[in-house]
């Protein structure tokens, strides 16, 4: 069996026995009160609320991370994550059960209190017997490569191979070997030999191997399942304590490389779609008067359209609304806008100033050349001048870029392009549907307060 489709699996495996667990949890709840069940009115009532519930319960054991393999084949991680998840649903079913009538419920608020209790002592029991399990398939077991220069990394293997609690191996590795043993793999048609395996790069203060390590960054984010880094004294200042996590009593710092954001892109996607297609019919009356404004007060076409750079390099024509002279380009070439560009028209600087030159871009996100959120996309000419004077500037194009960004509601028009840089790199390490809606309501306030536009 491919390890991708073992380690599917066992994941099922264990949602599936939780599932029980926590279904036969409810109706030994429901037990306690045996004097009463014969007088339910319906059943089926009673049966509805648990599956409501059982479902409540296995979406918090979700949302905790219950399901990540490293916290599966982990003791402590995997009890811990199922109570937190259990508990914080019991806290909040038994807040609504008091705020409804009393007989609106066909379940006891006994039930909502003992069901969790009954559930955090089979399931706990489950989950340990399961760990002991689990780790004995190839695609469970964690195996960490270990890059990096110094005694530091030996150390740093030993204690994660010797530590009889957690059940983990270690290697030390070398770049040029890693990449070797994948151009083979590659090369023989083989899957990739560390989707299942997470890379640990050893943090240091030296110049070189500082940039050594961003090299064994490149590849580590394309190649290993997760990738953490064991930073230096000075690093953890720097590194919130929410990326933290300790192997074998060891302190890591995880990063979301590309492989760990996959699975909410494709949520994004669907919501790109319904959030689009919605905005531009509520903004339909707004595009009709911009349109209007913009035909009547200056000569030239109503929309502008600009070749930018896409998801993975892909070039799209971007859409907006026009607000600058039709010859703002003839004389300069490509330029970037600045405040108080002479080129922009009277309307077009009001447009800009709230944003509304941008709504066309809506058909792009509709298309799939783009997201709501996401970096600004840029031009082919500044991509590759800014990529060679800053090479992280290509990573821009790993996710896809959005009509408001980081940059769109912190920045303006007028920021630096390092600056934007530096906005557009945090948002892509730390993507996540939370980090989207803020920056969603922040443009909203933008848009509204005319903030940050010039």
């Known amino acids: ?69 490293s916290r599966i084949t982990d003791r402590f991680d995997t009890i811990y994550f199922v109570s937190l998840g ?26 909502l209190l003992l069901a969790p209790v009954i559930g955090m002592a089979v399931v706990s029991a489950w989950r340990f017997l399961f760990c002991g399990i689990a780790p004995r398939f190839a695609s469970m077991h964690q195996e960490f490569h270990i890059f990096g220069s110094g005694p530091e990394c030996e150390r740093l293997a030993e204690e994660i191979t010797g530590n009889d609690a957690y059940w983990a191996d270690a290697h030390r590795r070398s770049l040029e070997d890693a990449q070797a043993e994948f151009e083979l793999a590659r090369a023989e048609g083989r899957p990739n030999p560390f ?13 070189a191997a500082v940039e050594e390590a961003i090299k064994i960054l490149e590849f580590c984010e394309n190649s290993f399942g997760r990738v953490y880094i064991y930073p230096t004294l000075h690093d953890m200042l720097f590194f919130p304590h929410s990326d933290l996590k300790a192997v074998a009593g060891i302190p890591l710092v995880e990063l979301k490389n590309r492989q760990t954001l996959r ?69 300069s070439g490509p330029v970037w806008a600045t405040a108080n560009d002479a080129r922009v028209t009277p309307v077009g600087r009001f447009i800009r100033k709230h944003r509304i030159d941008e709504i066309p871009q809506l058909i792009n996100v509709l298309k799939g050349d783009m997201s709501l959120i996401g970096p600004r996309p840029e031009r082919p000419h500044f991509h590759q001048e800014f990529c060679e004077k ?44 939370l980090n989207d809606i803020r920056i969603l309501f922040a443009t909203v306030r933008v848009v509204l307060g005319a903030k940050g536009a010039q």
């Not at 699996?9 to 009160?33: K, M």
């Not at 892109?265 to 531009?280: A, M, N, P, Q, Y």
């Not at 821009?396 to 906005?423: I, M």
Request: glycine fraction near 4%.
């Open 1 to 69: 069996m491919p390890l991708a489709r073992q380690r599917q699996v066992i994941i099922l495996l264990c949602f599936v026995t939780d599932a029980l667990l926590l279904w036969l949890s409810l109706s030994l709840a429901a037990l306690s009160r045996t004097d009463t069940l014969i007088y339910l009115d319906d059943m089926r009532q009673l049966y509805a609320e648990q599956m409501v519930l059982l479902a409540l319960y296995l979406g918090a054991c979700i949302y905790t991370g219950a399901y990540q393999p």
């Open 86 to 111: 259990l508990v914080a649903t019991a806290v909040l079913s038994v807040l609504v059960a008091s705020i409804l009538p009393r007989d609106y419920l066909a379940i006891s608020r006994r039930e």
């Open 195 to 207: 989707a299942f395996k997470d890379a640990i790069i050893a943090s240091t203060n030296n110049q």
């Open 263 to 331: 699975p909410y892109t494709h949520l994004k996607r669907l919501v790109d779609l319904g959030v689009s297609l919605i905005g531009l019919l509520l903004a339909l009356p707004i595009c009709i008067v911009t349109a209007l404004a913009v035909k009547l007060t200056s000569s030239g076409p109503i929309f502008y359209t600009q070749e930018r750079m896409g998801l993975n390099g892909r070039r799209f024509n971007l859409y907006k609304f026009r607000s600058m002279t039709t010859d703002a380009e003839t004389k």
């Open 390 to 433: 800053w090479p992280l500037f290509d990573r821009r194009l790993e996710v896809r870029p959005g009509v408001t960004s980081l940059s769109h509601v912190l920045g303006s028009y007028s920021s630096e392009p390092e600056d934007r840089l530096r906005y557009d790199l945090m948002y892509i390490s730390s993507l996540s549907p």
